[in-house]
T-cell receptor, first 116, second 109 residues
Framework: DTAVSQTPKYLVTQMGNDKSIKCEQNLGHDTMYWYKQDSKKFLKIMFSYNNKELIINETVPNRFSPKSPDKAHLNLHINSLELGDSAVYFC???????????????FGPGTRLTVL | GQNIDQPTEMTATEGAIVQINCTYQTSGFNGLFWYQQHAGEAPTFLSYNVLDGLEEKGRFSSFLSRSKGYSYLLLKELQMKDSASYLCAVLDSNYQLIWGAGTKLIIKP
């Protein structure tokens, strides 16, 4: 009964390749997120998305693009991978953004991406 | 700019009490979250404060003072399994979650 799931858990690839990470939530939440956590363990928001709005962190390179086929899925596609993209990527979801307890975010297990 | 400060690392003894502080400066405030993250795992929700005061939940308590832009997470009767990073995050006026860098808590026997 995994609430937020991601695949793959580990991804090792060469520089210049294109890869995707999938995320699914079965919580019925309205909003989904992608985070990048680097070697210094700082959690950095990349995107937040609900059926109304995509909010992009302006520091995220346009090689990164979120794709949402439906409310329960938010996949992350990365073009032309670079060494600096190596990190752990977390997907998360929350019920809404009403400034209440329902803004609690539930995280997937993470995808450890290594670019060689 | 928006800023959340918490100590980088703390050490405590099994069975003791530890307080992890968090100060914030954000554009608006719609609540403060504490998350726990064990090494190699995802962050998990611990607490949410939006009103001033102390919220107690078992061995963990979280305190908020909005006027001071300050919160703390209090862990009692420390166990070895409490060794983890503790992340403070604030929901700003746009309902965006602003994250601190986390406090790595090391528990010694």
């Amino acid at each position: 009964d995994t609430a937020v799931s991601q695949t793959p858990k580990y991804l090792v690839t060469q520089m210049g390749n294109d890869k995707s990470i999938k995320c699914e939530q079965n919580l019925g939440h309205d909003t989904m997120y992608w985070y990048k956590q680097d070697s210094k363990k700082f959690l950095k928001i990349m995107f937040s998305y609900n059926n109304k709005e995509l909010i992009i962190n302006e520091t995220v390179p346009n090689r990164f693009s979120p794709k949402s086929p439906d409310k329960a899925h938010l996949n992350l596609h990365i073009n032309s991978l670079e060494l600096g993209d190596s990190a752990v990527y977390f997907c998360a979801s929350s019920q809404n953004t009403g400034g209440t307890h329902t803004d609690t975010q539930y995280f997937g297990p993470g995808t450890r991406l290594t670019v060689l | 700019g928006q800023n959340i400060d918490q100590p980088t690392e703390m050490t405590a003894t099994e069975g003791a009490i530890v307080q992890i502080n968090c100060t914030y400066q954000t554009s608006g405030f719609n609540g403060l979250f504490w998350y726990q993250q064990h090494a190699g795992e995802a962050p998990t929700f611990l607490s949410y404060n939006v009103l001033d005061g102390l919220e107690e939940k078992g061995r963990f308590s979280s305190f908020l003072s909005r006027s001071k832009g300050y919160s703390y997470l209090l862990l009692k009767e420390l166990q070895m399994k409490d060794s983890a990073s503790y992340l403070c995050a604030v929901l700003d006026s746009n309902y965006q979650l602003i994250w601190g860098a986390g406090t790595k808590l090391i528990i010694k026997p």
